[in-house]
Nanobody, 124 residues
Framework: QVQLVESGGGLVQAGNSLRLSCAAS????????VGWFRQAPGKEREFVSA????????SYADSAKGRFTTSRDNAENTVYLQMSSLKPEDTAVYYC?????????????????WGQGTQVTVSS
């Protein structure tokens, strides 16, 4: 089983930056892409970004474009989500997830493996 562990969440002030990490272990050769999702209290889980496992292609939700960047450290099997110009509405639990085929990156039901999530709180 592929295992994913997120880290890097915390409390930051609006306008500041934060970098989340997603460390993958196990049979990572099954991974086609890794996505980031977030879920705020009382809201549905929403797509944030995704990156192919070979790091050649990325995808972003409109809310993330221009502020968030996803990347991968090939040597460490770790995917990052660099978030800048954070806003209070970015407050949520952030999850990384891995999928084994292309499909539609924004569809959470197409991801097979999920991390436990990390809380990001942005204060105004």
């Amino acid at each position: 089983q592929v295992q994913l562990v997120e880290s890097g969440g915390g409390l930051v002030q609006a306008g500041n930056s934060l970098r989340l990490s997603c460390a993958a272990s196990g049979p990572t050769f099954f991974i086609y892409a890794v996505g980031w999702f977030r879920q705020a209290p009382g809201k549905e889980r929403e797509f944030v970004s995704a990156i192919n496992w070979d790091a050649r292609s990325t995808s972003y939700a409109d809310s993330a474009k221009g502020r968030f960047t996803t990347s991968r450290d090939n040597a460490e099997n770790t995917v990052y989500l660099q978030m800048s110009s954070l806003k209070p509405e970015d407050t949520a639990v952030y999850y990384c997830a891995a999928r084994s085929y292309h499909g539609t990156y924004s569809r959470s039901d197409e991801y097979k493996w999920w991390g436990q999530g990390t809380q990001v709180t942005v204060s105004s």
